[in-house]
């Protein structure tokens, strides 16, 4: 089943990422979060839950499931390069390597993000999989970029308009070269259904994006970091910094990238057939 909930965001709504600086923000907090812990909670009890949070950014969402998960419970999150410590009685970080070991243990709910960017894809998502007690739930959530042509919902000029446009399309093409599967949050639902999970759902979230907003400031942050990379797919150094102006603008509004929130049940062993 897909559910498809569209939402013109102009307040905020919160999750986390890093910055340029390589320390962690609020951007990709504030954009997500709340929408997270919504499907966390609809999927099952978290009191006593034990959890597995993959890649964890500003652990903002993982000290969330701590809170959730009361004395009893317990959150791991892991991350090929941690960066920060817990700061949580029922919170452990540790150094995992997602494709290349084996999973930390066996979890009642297991929570993945991008896993777009990660070229092994299929392979990650099969370790998390694996790492699931029967009953146990993968939830994974992935963005889906809209078509360049759509992009733009509203700009000061004609001029502004054809500039984000062309943005998006150089992002576009930086992050294929970069191996992104940008239909990957289209595919993951199938990939859980046919690796045998049960109850598979998907709920799509569709937002606007006006300038100076937690998206866009996460597309600001991307420009930033990829100057090199957008000039080279296109863009000059003066369109590269008239985006960045741009993405501040509250008179920008942007067609922004739906979140695919897609999870899966694995079969209790007396529900096997």
């Known amino acids: 089943m897909v559910n498809v909930v569209s939402t013109d965001v102009h307040a905020a709504a919160g999750l986390s990422g890093g910055s340029a600086d390589g320390q962690p923000d609020l951007t990709l907090a504030g954009l997500v979060d709340g929408l997270t812990s919504r499907r966390a909670w609809d999927l099952l009890d978290l009191p006593s839950a034990r959890c597995w949070e993959v890649d964890p950014g500003d652990l903002s969402f993982a000290t969330w499931l701590a809170d959730q998960v009361g004395p009893d419970g317990e959150v791991l999150a892991t991350s090929a390069k941690p960066r920060l410590i817990a700061a949580h009685p029922r919170l452990v970080v540790l150094r995992h390597r997602l494709t290349v070991e084996d999973p930390p243990g066996r979890f009642d709910l297991v929570h993945v993000r991008w896993l777009a960017t990660v070229p092994q894809r299929r392979l990650g998502l099969a370790k998390l999989i694996a790492a699931l007690k029967p009953g146990g739930v ?136």
């Open 138 to 273: 993968l939830l994974v959530e992935e963005f889906a970029p809209p078509p360049t042509e759509d992009f733009v919902a509203a700009a000061p000029s004609a001029a502004d308009a054809a500039l984000l446009r062309q943005f998006h399309g150089a992002y576009l093409r930086m992050l294929s070269n970069r191996r992104v599967d940008l239909e990957w949050a289209k595919r993951v639902h199938g990939v859980l259904a046919g690796a045998g999970l049960d109850q598979v759902g998907t709920d799509v979230t569709a937002r606007s994006w006006p300038g100076g907003g937690f998206g866009t400031q996460l597309l600001r942050q991307a420009v930033t970091r990829s100057r090199t990379e957008l000039m080279a797919a296109g863009m000059t150094a003066v369109q590269v910094h008239k985006v960045r102006t741009l993405l501040d603008d509250p008179r920008v509004v942007l067609h922004g990238q739906s979140l695919y929130s897609t999870s899966g049940r694995r079969p209790r062993e007396d529900e096997a057939t």
